[in-house]
Protein backbone atom coordinates (compact mmCIF):
# COMPACT_ATOMS: atom_id res chain seq x y z
CA UNK A 1 0.00 0.00 0.00
CA UNK A 2 2.29 2.67 1.33
CA UNK A 3 5.58 0.35 0.83
CA UNK A 4 7.60 0.94 -1.60
CA UNK A 5 11.37 0.85 -2.84
CA UNK A 6 12.25 4.92 -2.28
CA UNK A 7 15.56 4.99 -3.29
CA UNK A 8 17.47 2.80 -5.11
CA UNK A 9 20.65 1.89 -3.84
CA UNK A 10 24.05 2.68 -5.53
CA UNK A 11 26.53 -0.37 -6.65
CA UNK A 12 28.76 0.93 -3.98
CA UNK A 13 28.68 -1.00 -0.60
CA UNK A 14 26.44 1.65 1.38
CA UNK A 15 27.20 2.97 4.90
CA UNK A 16 26.33 1.64 7.48
CA UNK A 17 22.57 2.79 8.53
CA UNK A 18 23.19 4.40 11.85
CA UNK A 19 20.32 4.07 15.07
CA UNK A 20 19.34 5.68 17.92
CA UNK A 21 17.22 3.41 20.22
CA UNK A 22 14.98 5.37 22.39
CA UNK A 23 13.25 3.50 25.46
CA UNK A 24 13.12 4.00 29.31
CA UNK A 25 13.91 -0.04 29.79
CA UNK A 26 17.68 -0.90 29.70
CA UNK A 27 16.68 -4.57 28.73
CA UNK A 28 14.88 -3.91 25.89
CA UNK A 29 17.62 -1.73 24.61
CA UNK A 30 20.55 -4.22 25.57
CA UNK A 31 18.62 -6.97 23.75
CA UNK A 32 17.77 -4.66 20.68
CA UNK A 33 20.87 -3.42 19.98
CA UNK A 34 22.81 -6.53 20.20
CA UNK A 35 19.74 -7.82 17.57
CA UNK A 36 20.76 -4.43 15.31
CA UNK A 37 24.61 -5.46 16.07
CA UNK A 38 24.48 -8.69 14.45
CA UNK A 39 24.05 -7.13 10.99
CA UNK A 40 26.53 -5.02 9.08
CA UNK A 41 24.66 -2.77 7.73
CA UNK A 42 23.43 -1.48 10.67
CA UNK A 43 25.00 0.47 13.61
CA UNK A 44 23.74 1.74 17.07
CA UNK A 45 25.49 5.08 17.49
CA UNK A 46 23.49 6.03 20.89
CA UNK A 47 20.80 4.81 22.93
CA UNK A 48 18.24 7.53 24.93
CA UNK A 49 15.73 6.58 28.06
CA UNK A 50 13.54 9.14 28.10
CA UNK A 51 11.90 12.00 25.10
CA UNK A 52 14.26 14.50 26.61
CA UNK A 53 17.07 12.45 25.86
CA UNK A 54 16.07 11.55 22.87
CA UNK A 55 15.96 14.88 21.37
CA UNK A 56 19.33 15.49 22.36
CA UNK A 57 20.96 12.87 21.19
CA UNK A 58 19.27 13.37 18.02
CA UNK A 59 20.61 16.45 17.61
CA UNK A 60 24.29 15.61 18.52
CA UNK A 61 24.18 12.29 16.11
CA UNK A 62 22.26 12.77 13.67
CA UNK A 63 21.35 9.18 13.38
CA UNK A 64 19.56 7.85 9.56
CA UNK A 65 16.73 5.98 12.15
CA UNK A 66 15.49 6.74 15.55
CA UNK A 67 13.48 3.25 17.53
CA UNK A 68 11.13 5.40 19.52
CA UNK A 69 8.82 3.76 22.56
CA UNK A 70 5.82 5.28 23.14
CA UNK A 71 5.53 5.26 26.70
CA UNK A 72 8.38 6.95 28.75
CA UNK A 73 8.70 9.31 31.58
CA UNK A 74 8.13 12.68 31.09
CA UNK A 75 8.27 13.57 27.56
CA UNK A 76 6.63 10.56 25.96
CA UNK A 77 7.78 9.42 22.12
CA UNK A 78 4.92 11.52 20.53
CA UNK A 79 6.33 14.54 21.65
CA UNK A 80 9.70 13.63 21.15
CA UNK A 81 9.18 12.65 17.86
CA UNK A 82 7.11 15.91 16.53
CA UNK A 83 9.82 17.71 18.19
CA UNK A 84 12.99 15.51 16.29
CA UNK A 85 10.96 15.62 13.22
CA UNK A 86 11.14 19.46 13.46
CA UNK A 87 14.88 20.11 13.20
CA UNK A 88 15.92 17.25 11.31
CA UNK A 89 12.89 16.18 8.77
CA UNK A 90 14.95 13.73 7.25
CA UNK A 91 15.32 11.08 10.04
CA UNK A 92 13.22 7.85 9.69
CA UNK A 93 11.14 7.59 12.90
CA UNK A 94 10.17 3.55 13.60
CA UNK A 95 7.96 3.45 16.39
CA UNK A 96 8.53 0.06 18.81
CA UNK A 97 5.62 -0.57 21.36
CA UNK A 98 3.77 -2.78 22.85
CA UNK A 99 0.61 -0.62 22.23
CA UNK A 100 -1.42 -1.00 19.04
CA UNK A 101 -4.37 1.66 20.24
CA UNK A 102 -5.28 3.35 16.78
CA UNK A 103 -5.09 6.62 18.62
CA UNK A 104 -1.31 5.96 19.15
CA UNK A 105 -0.53 5.05 15.71
CA UNK A 106 -2.60 8.37 14.45
CA UNK A 107 -0.65 10.30 16.71
CA UNK A 108 2.55 9.25 15.94
CA UNK A 109 1.62 9.30 12.10
CA UNK A 110 0.79 13.12 12.54
CA UNK A 111 4.15 13.89 14.56
CA UNK A 112 6.26 12.47 11.38
CA UNK A 113 6.88 8.82 12.48
CA UNK A 114 7.29 6.87 8.99
CA UNK A 115 6.77 3.41 10.26
CA UNK A 116 5.03 1.29 13.74
CA UNK A 117 5.65 -1.95 14.80
CA UNK A 118 5.14 -3.92 18.06
CA UNK A 119 7.53 -5.21 20.52
CA UNK A 120 6.09 -8.94 19.64
CA UNK A 121 7.29 -8.54 15.73
CA UNK A 122 9.49 -11.08 14.92
CA UNK A 123 13.58 -9.72 14.91
CA UNK A 124 13.27 -9.78 11.01
CA UNK A 125 10.41 -7.86 10.70
CA UNK A 126 12.54 -5.57 12.81
CA UNK A 127 15.55 -5.77 10.73
CA UNK A 128 13.49 -5.93 7.38
CA UNK A 129 11.01 -2.40 8.88
CA UNK A 130 14.38 -0.57 9.93
CA UNK A 131 16.24 -1.17 6.82
CA UNK A 132 13.04 -0.09 4.93
CA UNK A 133 12.46 3.26 7.21
CA UNK A 134 15.94 4.07 6.34
CA UNK A 135 15.58 4.09 2.92
CA UNK A 136 12.44 6.25 3.02
CA UNK A 137 9.98 3.68 2.96
CA UNK A 138 6.80 3.07 4.91
CA UNK A 139 6.59 0.12 7.62
CA UNK A 140 2.81 -0.59 8.30
CA UNK A 141 1.04 -3.11 8.29
CA UNK A 142 -1.28 -3.46 5.46
CA UNK A 143 -4.17 -3.41 7.83
CA UNK A 144 -2.51 -0.49 9.72
CA UNK A 145 -2.16 1.39 6.57
CA UNK A 146 -5.59 1.39 5.59
CA UNK A 147 -7.22 2.72 8.70
CA UNK A 148 -4.46 5.38 8.72
CA UNK A 149 -5.61 6.11 4.89
CA UNK A 150 -9.21 6.70 5.77
CA UNK A 151 -8.54 8.90 8.76
CA UNK A 152 -6.67 11.16 7.03
CA UNK A 153 -8.65 11.40 4.05
CA UNK A 154 -11.17 12.87 6.46
CA UNK A 155 -8.93 15.86 7.03
CA UNK A 156 -8.54 16.54 3.67
CA UNK A 157 -7.77 20.51 3.10
CA UNK A 158 -7.73 21.07 -0.38
CA UNK A 159 -4.56 23.00 -1.81
CA UNK A 160 -3.13 23.30 -5.50
CA UNK A 161 -0.30 20.96 -6.10
CA UNK A 162 1.00 23.33 -8.30
CA UNK A 163 1.82 25.14 -5.37
CA UNK A 164 4.32 22.75 -3.88
CA UNK A 165 4.87 20.10 -6.63
CA UNK A 166 5.87 20.44 -10.34
CA UNK A 167 3.56 18.37 -12.43
CA UNK A 168 6.08 15.27 -12.72
CA UNK A 169 6.49 15.08 -8.94
CA UNK A 170 2.98 15.47 -8.61
CA UNK A 171 3.00 12.31 -10.90
CA UNK A 172 5.43 10.31 -9.32
CA UNK A 173 3.90 10.43 -6.09
CA UNK A 174 0.70 9.57 -7.48
CA UNK A 175 2.51 6.45 -8.59
CA UNK A 176 4.56 5.86 -5.63
CA UNK A 177 1.65 5.82 -3.35
CA UNK A 178 0.16 2.94 -4.92
CA UNK A 179 3.04 0.97 -3.50
CA UNK A 180 5.60 0.59 -7.05
CA UNK A 181 8.93 0.25 -7.02
CA UNK A 182 11.10 2.91 -8.30
CA UNK A 183 11.68 0.19 -11.69
CA UNK A 184 7.67 0.07 -11.78
CA UNK A 185 7.55 3.99 -11.62
CA UNK A 186 9.99 3.86 -13.98
CA UNK A 187 8.58 1.80 -16.12
CA UNK A 188 5.23 2.57 -16.17
CA UNK A 189 5.79 6.34 -16.36
CA UNK A 190 8.54 5.75 -18.98
CA UNK A 191 11.66 7.37 -17.37
CA UNK A 192 14.68 5.73 -15.66
CA UNK A 193 15.02 4.66 -12.11
CA UNK A 194 17.45 7.09 -11.40
CA UNK A 195 15.08 9.84 -12.44
CA UNK A 196 12.44 8.59 -10.36
CA UNK A 197 14.62 8.47 -7.35
CA UNK A 198 15.67 12.27 -7.96
CA UNK A 199 12.18 13.23 -8.18
CA UNK A 200 11.41 11.61 -5.00
CA UNK A 201 14.24 13.39 -3.07
CA UNK A 202 12.83 16.48 -4.46
CA UNK A 203 9.32 15.66 -3.26
CA UNK A 204 10.64 14.95 0.37
CA UNK A 205 12.52 18.18 0.34
CA UNK A 206 9.68 20.14 -1.27
CA UNK A 207 7.03 18.78 1.70
CA UNK A 208 9.88 18.47 4.34
CA UNK A 209 9.52 15.15 4.71
CA UNK A 210 11.73 12.08 5.04
CA UNK A 211 9.95 9.10 4.10
CA UNK A 212 6.65 8.07 1.62
CA UNK A 213 4.51 7.27 4.72
CA UNK A 214 4.93 11.31 5.55
CA UNK A 215 4.44 12.20 1.50
CA UNK A 216 1.36 10.40 0.51
CA UNK A 217 -0.30 11.64 4.25
CA UNK A 218 0.70 14.93 2.87
CA UNK A 219 -0.69 14.62 -0.26
CA UNK A 220 -3.83 12.77 0.85
CA UNK A 221 -4.79 15.97 3.59
CA UNK A 222 -4.32 17.96 0.46
CA UNK A 223 -6.88 16.47 -1.51
CA UNK A 224 -3.98 15.23 -4.17
CA UNK A 225 -4.02 11.45 -3.47
CA UNK A 226 -7.25 9.78 -3.52
CA UNK A 227 -7.27 6.73 -1.08
CA UNK A 228 -9.61 4.77 -2.90
CA UNK A 229 -7.00 4.20 -5.81
CA UNK A 230 -4.18 3.09 -3.37
CA UNK A 231 -4.26 -0.93 -2.72
Given at each position: MLDADPREPDTETPRAITLLLVDDH????????????????????????????????????????????????????????????????????????????????????EAGAAGYLLKNASEDDLLG????????????????????????????TPTPPEDALSPRELEVLLVAATGRTNKEIARDLDISPRTVQVHLANIFSKLG???????????????????KQIG
Amino acid sequence: MLDADPREPDTETPRAITLLLVDDHPVVRKGTRELLETESDLRVVGEADSGEDAIVKARALRPDVILMDVSMPGMNGIEATRAIKAFLPGVGVLVLTSYDDDAYVFALLEAGAAGYLLKNASEDDLLGAVRAVAAGESALHPSVARKVLERFSAQTTPTPPEDALSPRELEVLLVAATGRTNKEIARDLDISPRTVQVHLANIFSKLGVGSRTEAVLFGIKRGWIDPKQIG
